[in-house]
């Protein structure tokens, strides 16, 4: 009889870097590990799947880094594996090492060439949403998101004492690519005026309406989160807008950056990481696979991954009425 038991996984981090990665990657191993499995951590994400570069783990390789950002096995972007050669490459390089699965750690993107990989392989691949952006479906949260959103909340707070000194008008550009989730709730959490994001601004012209209300004329202050973006348009071009028309405002801008996606994982997000590695070997040994780990109502689910990276993610209108009436 042949024996369809993993024996041997792969656990790689792709795409951009989100806090509280190292966490899974962590618990990824040790749980695997608990289960009697060999773990290979491949460095990289997919580049180093191609360029073999990876290393079989021990429980004290992931020793001290579940308080530590970034990632420790890097992560990478890999246009190679977008291509059938490519992906052939990195099959082989699993065989050589004889790992049977994979846990793929990154955003839609990773778990878009996970799908394809995959299915094209006959390979068990479980998934977990690590991303800032918080755009997956299937899951209330990602890893990072959490982090991310009180670095921006910790940063506005820092620029409404210059705001609220100088009586300014200040647009600040948050990540989140299409997905306003960053932007809206840091604005909720750090008490801003009004947050311009790509679900609205693909109906209406949200800066119009906003000049429309005087910018909320008896602050002396405002504060306006903006999603980076083509949609958006960005900070820089919103206040330009404003600029142009508006002579009156004092405007300035405030890209943050590259700052949202570093620094020590919350402990919400270390703990999410936690149950979500472990829930990813779990999912494994019970014959899973194409599936992302997503967590709803506080409990763990296995979400198909055709249905975590679908697209369209709806913003809460909930959550815009509070941002809208707490700040008037
Ligand atoms: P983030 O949301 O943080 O940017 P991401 O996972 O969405 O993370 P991407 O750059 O979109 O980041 O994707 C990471 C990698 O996944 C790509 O560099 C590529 O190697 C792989 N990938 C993405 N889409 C595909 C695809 N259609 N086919 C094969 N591989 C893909």
């Known amino acids: 009889m042949v024996d369809y038991s993993i024996k041997s996984i792969g656990v790689l981090t792709s795409g951009g870097d989100a806090p509280g990665m190292n966490a899974a990657i962590r618990s990824v191993t040790r749980a695997a590990i608990f289960n009697n499995m060999r773990v290979f ?71 878009t060439g996970a799908s394809i990989f995959g299915n094209e392989y006959d390979i068990p691949i479980v998934g ?49 690519r299409n997905c306003g989730f960053l932007a809206l709730n840091s604005a909720i959490a750090a008490g801003a005026e009004a947050a311009i994001i790509p679900e609205i601004s693909l109906k209406k012209d949200q800066l119009g309406e906003l000049i429309e209300q005087g910018f909320r004329k008896s602050k002396n202050s405002s504060i306006i989160l903006v999603t980076e973006g083509e949609i958006t348009g960005g900070a820089l071009q919103l206040a330009e807008r404003v600029k142009q028309e508006y002579p009156q405002y004092d405007v300035r801008v405030s890209i943050l950056g590259h700052l949202q996606r570093g620094g020590s994982p919350s402990a919400q997000d270390r703990i999410l990481a936690s149950r979500m590695g472990i829930a990813a070997i779990q999912a494994l040994l019970e014959n899973q696979r194409n599936v992302m780990i997503g967590i709803r109502e506080n409990e763990i689910d296995y979400v198909p991954f055709k249905r975590a990276i679908k697209k369209e993610r709806e913003i809460s209108e909930e959550l815009r009425e509070v941002l809208l009436i707490s700040s008037i």
């Open 41 to 111: 951590g491949i460095y990289r994400g997919y580049k180093g799947l191609i360029s073999n570069e990876i290393e079989e783990f021990k429980t004290n390789s992931v020793s001290n880094i579940i308080q530590q950002g970034g990632t420790i096995l890097k992560t990478a972007r890999s246009a190679e594996f977008m291509d059938p050669e490519g992906r052939k490459v990195a099959f082989e390089n699993m065989q050589k090492h004889g790992i049977d699965a994979l846990v793929v750690i990154g955003g839609d993107g990773s778990l």
């Open 128 to 176: 977990l949403p690590g991303t800032i952006d918080n755009d997956l479906n299937g899951t209330d949260v990602t890893i990072g998101y959490d982090t991310a959103l009180n670095t921006i909340m910790q940063s506005v707070d820092k620029i409404r004492d210059t705001a609220t000194s100088h009586e300014r008008l200040f647009f600040i550009e948050v990540m989140g």
